[in-house]
């Protein structure tokens, strides 16, 4: 089915904001001078958003080769931002968490995001309306993501159950 000339200006806009919002995110990581590059920051989400995880499980919704994935999360252990434990029940699944210091990371970058993008807003307040926001709403979760309010929700820590490895 061909798309339609509304569909084509609505994707064209899209692939413009997106290439906005990877500007904003990759400028909000490098504003706290972290040693972090755009892919690592997006696995640090994949655990923000979803609690501990298999690296296997980040590297699949990272849509990236498990090696791939796997090499990724070593360098963020190395850096501290993750940590690999083990639970008592089956020692054989290892499950990353973000430690103390990657969550303030992205609790860091987030805060940026949501700066910049709150003068992005202000500065075009006429084009932003109920209309508007609903639609990226709908867009949001038909891609999968969580609302903002639900992040850290649904996921408890669980240290104590777990064993670092």
């Not at 290439?19 to 990759?26: K, Q």
């Not at 430690?99 to 992005?120: D, K």
Request: proline content about 6%; charged content about 25%.
């Amino acid at each position: 089915m061909p798309a339609t000339e509304d569909t084509q200006r609505t994707v064209s806009a899209l692939m413009m904001a997106s290439r906005a919002f990877v500007g904003i995110t990759a400028r909000s990581l490098a504003g706290i001078d972290a040693d972090v590059t755009l892919p690592q920051f997006r696995a640090l989400m994949v655990l923000a958003m979803r609690g501990p995880q298999r690296p296997a499980d980040i590297s699949a919704e990272l849509k990236v080769a498990p090696s791939t994935g796997t090499r990724m999360c070593d360098r963020l252990v190395r850096k501290q931002l993750l940590r690999r434990t083990r639970t008592p029940s089956d020692r054989r699944v290892v499950r990353l968490r973000l430690t103390p210091a990657g969550r303030e990371l992205v609790e860091q970058v987030v805060r940026a995001r949501r700066e910049e993008l709150t003068a992005i807003v202000a500065a075009t307040a006429e084009h932003w309306g109920p209309p508007v926001t609903a639609a990226l709403q709908a867009f949001a979760e038909a891609s999968g993501e969580l609302p903002e309010q639900d992040w850290w929700l649904g996921w408890a820590d669980g240290e104590e159950s777990e064993i670092a490895v």
